[in-house]
């Protein structure tokens, strides 16, 4: 049965950083996403990652600011958010797939299979 399940959210202040957490058990995964959902939005990307050759992807809002890495023993992916910004405030999700058509594909949630119920990140002015 496979599972994800994120940790590391909470309450920040504008500038602070965060440090997300995603363990998959079950199976590995060839691609690991991150997405976000604030109230009344929709589900988008932020970062991806492969888990072979660790290339990385970012949403253009979060370049720069957040860094997606993993650690293959421990099945993790991480995700390490500095430089908070109020509109960073969201429920973020990671999600788990198989990486086929190259890098930007991640991008689209139709590139994942699996799923976790997410974590909570408000960051307050």
């Known amino acids: 049965q496979v599972q994800l399940v994120e ?3 909470g309450l920040v202040q504008a500038g602070g950083s965060l440090r997300l957490s995603c363990a998959a058990s079950g199976r590995t ?9 604030a109230p009344g939005k929709e589900r ?3 970062a991806a990652i492969t888990w072979s050759g660790g290339d ?6 979060v370049k720069g600011r957040f860094t997606v890495s993993r650690d293959n023993a421990k099945n993790t992916v ?6 908070l910004k109020p509109e960073d405030s969201a429920v973020f999700h990671c999600a788990a ?9 991640l991008r ?11 974590t909570q ?5």
Request: hydrophobic fraction near 30%; charged fraction near 10%; charge should be neutral.
């Open 44 to 46: 988008e990307f932020v």
């Open 121 to 125: 990140v408000t960051v307050s002015s």
């Open 7 to 9: 940790s590391g959210g």
């Open 29 to 37: 995964f060839s691609a690991m996403g991150w997405f976000r959902q």
């Open 78 to 83: 991480y995700l390490q958010m500095n430089s």
């Open 97 to 105: 797939g198989a990486y086929l058509y190259g890098l930007q594909r």
């Open 56 to 61: 990385t992807y970012y949403a253009d809002s």
């Open 108 to 118: 689209y949630r139709s590139s994942y299979d699996y799923w976790g119920q997410g």
